[in-house]
């Protein structure tokens, strides 16, 4: 994209009487794949391309996008963004301000060491299809077996009144294999590597060959198969050790949800909701156990939530959100890092070139700590080990959860002991993290990419990331509901 | 907005480019307008025109799928090269149901004029009778007016040539005591196809009013109770139900509700539950995105599981016909509801809290998720206006209450009665409302937020 109708854009909203306005482009090519039992279901090339003008008028926001772009349209965007913040001028109360950010102009580039678009997509399919074969493999019951893989390149350049002008290229690679097994009434599902998508990364068809995916995809099936005839999880109060594909779900909705700055402030409040973290609480309410230490990061190479600059051309950054379990920070945009008098860490995204940019996570992760997956279940009597993400639901504020993982085991006196289906645990957030005794080290962390966080009006799904190594908490609630 | 003539067009370019055995094309132009509001103030306003052109080309038994946002000549020519390269890429399928052959479609108008014209200055206007009724009591109010225009056409090689257009406008507003753990809150929504059908006023009043009665909520014990679900509450239960199986293929598969069970009653007689895109007050779409015309299916006849949705790939697998109900760019093989209709009974909600002793009335559902598909079990929350129900009258507000139950086998198995009212409620999906009534039934408390 060159910068021309980005600039015309800005001239033209600044002659129209803005304060301030940015401009973001974003080309996206992207190429998926799926296969099922066997046969390609669904090989798809997709291409987009369009332009989004953000205005700020006697301190009110207007957007405007459109997918025609040239420089006359790229002017009339701005012109209509500049009318929409006239209008928005009729429910007033305040005037908008925005945090000090640095003009930068720069490029940046997501490490990718095999182009995926450089591999021979019958190859692709044909792993696919070894994949599908090894998980159908697992059991008979296993009535689909779904391999999956896709690849997406993003160029956003992105331009501001400020002086800005940035241009970043993403390559985006995920791959997985999901196993269903039917039977009387029942069905079970299990996924590899992770339930979303399998796993994502930035990071190009190299990403796709360390997965391992079609020796990893007959287990899968075992798996799904297994549960089909496995115990029912019990109910009761008792340690839970969550797995990294479930812990990396916990962290996302329990710790990166209520520290969005907006939610805290009440702009999502008829939408995505609150939070339970006002601004009284900063650095004086404990969130969670003396081991919990959370931050944000958006430089995590290779990491969904990992850029340059964000959408307002902040650069990424560490921030903690919980250090020794207390409260300590938000993710914040320049707008709401105004209101707390502060400046912004880099959080406001937009999922498309048509979506105005909210604050969204980056990478919210969890900190190693010294314990193993192993030690962990040793200091267990009577406990449940989840793991896979498979039912999540959460209250407005981010207190009252409940969750669901594909898989679990029964864990009695420091040993895993027999497979439990349909595994659900619910508690209260600061309760659930204050009642963390234990978090496995550096060796067993993973980076899970999570690529459908929903939030917004009109709905922006969001590619985030999360790190965390398996964790013990005590005095669980799990098995909710009748079975 | 382009008309019937250049979507058509576009979408014989692309066919034609494909140069392949067979293609089809789906042209789909939507301008989506939205007033964001919080803190009694406008925060968000956006106005996006959108395009997306979703071309298939066919070689022998093998598809290929390509999509652009630019319907220029060379970037419909470049989809379908596109497309053309991921079918030559693949193995044979001999499961490919082949393209739709022409057909009739029944005349439909959902476009309405004013919707499409509704200006920003307009949505601002109106979104301000909210925020005073709320200013005038000193509460918080939140939420989103959309009005949507859009249009879409499917073409074949084999001569499917299909145009609809239609417009939706929706709004929904929580109106807030405040924030902290005790605010009480409230709700309203409504959609129609006709942005002039929504009256501003009456549903501000109802969220201020609701907000007022349910400041300083408390607690109950979890436990199973009767509940008086209003129309917004009951169209989060469909929209599950719907993701969970109302599909052609999870029914092949065994993976709907419905698997192996039509014909037999899976919940209570009183619900009958249909897909009808006829309702003229929704937002009609005769085809779907094959070109197939769109049927009424009724899923559930008084109780008994009755019929299922297919799309082409799903039909060839029953061995049925489709039902008209693919999505765009087979996005979701086996097909989704767009239209579900949930009948209306001879009650109302006043009537059905007068004839309850103790239970809950709820407003609406919030983050609900599925639990266990084949099962129907979901959970989520309460959310803005529950209340405790005591010697048929609305009491005490109540604390947002998780639920955790089966949709078919504990809360429509244990309806007893369904309004004669319904309401049109928002789906969020494109020309896609839904009709649904209130309705008293039971339901699985399991917990409370704090």
Redesign the interface.
């Known amino acids: 994209m060159l910068l021309k109708p980005l600039e015309m854009a800005l001239e033209r909203a600044l002659g129209a009487g803005a304060s301030y306005a940015d401009a973001r482009s974003l080309e996206q090519a992207d190429?998926g794949l799926t296969v099922r039992n066997g046969?390609?279901?669904?090989?798809?090339?997709?291409?987009?391309?369009?332009l989004?003008v953000r205005v700020l008028v006697d301190g009110?926001?207007?957007?405007?996008?459109?997918?025609?772009v040239s420089e006359a349209e790229a002017c009339r965007l701005a012109g209509?963004a500049v009318?929409?913040?006239?209008?928005?001028?009729?429910?007033?109360?305040?005037e908008v301000s925005l945090a000090p950010a640095p003009a930068t102009v720069d490029t940046w580039e997501s490490p990718c060491r095999i182009d995926p678009w450089s591999v021979?997509?019958?190859r692709k399919?044909d792993l696919l299809?070894e994949a599908c074969k090894a998980a159908q493999a697992g059991g008979k019951d296993v009535?689909?077996a779904t391999a999956y893989m896709r690849a997406i390149r993003e160029v956003k350049t992105f331009a501001s009144t400020e002086g800005a002008h940035i241009v970043q290229t993403s390559t985006i690679t995920s791959a997985g294999v999901r196993a269903?097994a039917?039977?009387a009434?029942?069905?079970q599902v299990r996924s590899y590597p992770g339930t979303f998508d399998g796993n994502v990364r930035q990071a190009g068809y190299e990403f796709v060959e360390e997965m391992d995916l079609a020796a990893s995809s007959r287990r899968t099936g075992e798996e799904a198969q297994a549960l089909l005839s496995a115990e029912q999880c019990p109910s009761g109060t008792m340690t839970v050790i969550l797995g990294t594909n479930q812990l990396a779900l916990q962290i996302h909705e329990s710790c990166g949800h209520p520290t969005e700055l907006d939610r805290?402030?009440?702009?999502?409040?008829?939408?995505a909701?609150?939070?339970?973290l006002?601004t009284e609480k900063l650095a004086s309410y404990r969130y969670g156990s003396d081991l919990v230490n959370l931050y944000a990061d958006s430089r995590i190479p290779g990491g969904l939530g990992t850029f340059g600059y964000d959408d307002e051309g902040t650069p990424a950054c560490h921030s903690y959100l919980v250090k020794d379990g207390m409260f300590v920070g938000y993710l914040m945009s320049r707008e709401t890092a105004h209101d707390l008098g502060t400046v912004s860490n880099g959080a406001m995204r937009a999922s498309g070139w048509?979506?105005?940019p909210?604050i969204r996570m980056t990478n919210i992760c969890l900190e190693p700590g010294s314990d193993t997956l192993q030690s962990l279940i040793a200091g267990t009597d009577d406990g449940v080990f989840m793991d896979g993400i498979?039912?999540?639901?959460?209250?407005?504020?981010r207190?009252?959860f409940?969750f669901?993982s594909e898989i679990g085991y029964r864990i009695r006196n420091g040993e895993l002991a027999e497979m439990v289906k349909?595994p659900?645990y619910?508690g209260?957030t600061p309760q659930f993290w204050g009642s963390c005794d234990g978090i496995a080290g550096p060796e067993e962390w993973v980076l899970w990419g999570v690529p459908n966080c929903g939030k917004g009006?009109?709905?922006q799904i969001m590619r985030v990331g999360h790190g965390t190594s398996p964790a013990r908490f005590r005095n669980v609630k799990v098995g909710?509901?009748?079975? | 907005m382009v008309g019937k003539d250049r979507a058509l067009s576009v979408c014989e370019a692309a066919i034609s480019a494909c140069g392949a055995d067979a293609a089809e094309a789906v042209l789909m132009l939507e301008t989506d307008s939205l007033t964001r509001f919080a803190n009694s103030e406008i925060h968000q306003n956006t106005t996006v025109d959108s395009a997306e052109l979703l071309v298939r080309a066919v070689l022998g038994t093998r598809e290929g799928w390509a999509s652009a946002n630019q319907i220029t000549g060379d970037a419909v020519r470049e989809a379908a090269a596109r497309a053309v390269q991921m079918a030559r890429v693949q193995p044979e399928n001999p499961e490919a149901p082949g393209l739709a052959d022409p057909a009739e479609y029944e005349e439909a108008e959902g476009y309405d004029e004013q919707t499409h014209d509704f200006t920003p200055a307009q949505r601002a206007q109106a979104v301000s009778r909210i925020i005073r009724q709320a200013d005038a009591h000193e509460l918080n109010a939140s939420g989103s007016l959309r009005t949507r225009a859009m249009e879409v056409a499917v073409a074949n090689s084999r001569g499917v040539r299909a145009w609809a257009r239609g417009t939706d406008a929706s709004l929904i507003t929580v109106v807030m005591t405040g924030f902290e753990s005790d605010a009480g809150s409230g709700y309203a929504e409504a959609a129609s196809r006709r942005v002039g059908d929504l009256d501003f006023e009456a549903l501000g009043a109802t969220a201020v009013r609701k907000c007022l009665a349910a400041r300083h909520p408390g607690d109950v014990e979890p436990g199973e109770y009767v509940v008086v679900m209003e129309p917004s509450a009951v169209a989060t239960a469909l929209q599950m139900l719907a993701y969970m199986g109302m599909n052609g293929i999870s029914f092949i598969e065994g993976r709907s509700y419905a698997s192996g069970r039509l014909g037999t009653q899976i919940t209570s007689e009183m619900v009958t539950i249909a897909d009808d895109w006829h309702d003229p007050d929704t937002s009609p779409l005769p085809f779907d995105f094959e070109g197939v015309p769109r049927q009424r299916v009724t899923l559930i006849d008084r109780g008994i599981a009755s019929g299922m949705i297919y799309d082409r790939t799903a039909a060839a697998r029953a061995n049925a016909q489709s039902t008209g109900h693919a999505v765009p760019g087979g996005g979701m093989p086996g097909g989704y509801p767009q239209h579900l209709a949930m009948s209306a009974g001879d009650s109302s909600i006043e009537e059905m809290v007068a004839g309850t002793e103790r239970g809950i009335y709820i407003t609406r559902f919030n983050y609900a998720n599925p639990v266990h598909p084949v099962k129907t079990i979901f959970t989520g929350m309460t959310k803005d206006g529950t209340f405790l129900i005591e010697d048929g009258k609305i009491g005490r507000p109540l604390r947002n209450l998780r639920f955790t139950d089966s949709i078919l086998g504990g809360l429509f198995a244990s309806i007893t009665a369904i309004s004669r009212d319904t309401g049109l409620l928002p789906t969020g999906n494109g020309m896609s409302i839904y009709r649904v009534p209130a309705v008293r039934a039971r339901l699985q408390i399991t917990g409370s937020t704090v």
């Open positions: 190429e046969r390609v279901e669904q090989a798809r090339s997709g291409s987009s391309y369009g989004g009110q926001w207007g957007f405007a996008a459109g997918s025609a209509l009318e929409i913040a006239r209008a928005s001028g009729a429910a007033r109360k305040r021979p997509t019958a399919v299809r009535r689909v269903v039917v039977g009434g029942e069905m805290v402030y009440g702009t999502e409040a008829s939408f909701g609150t939070s339970f006002p048509d979506r105005m909210i498979k039912s999540w639901s959460i209250d407005d504020r207190l009252n409940q669901g349909n659900t619910t209260i009006e009109p709905l909710v509901g009748r079975w």
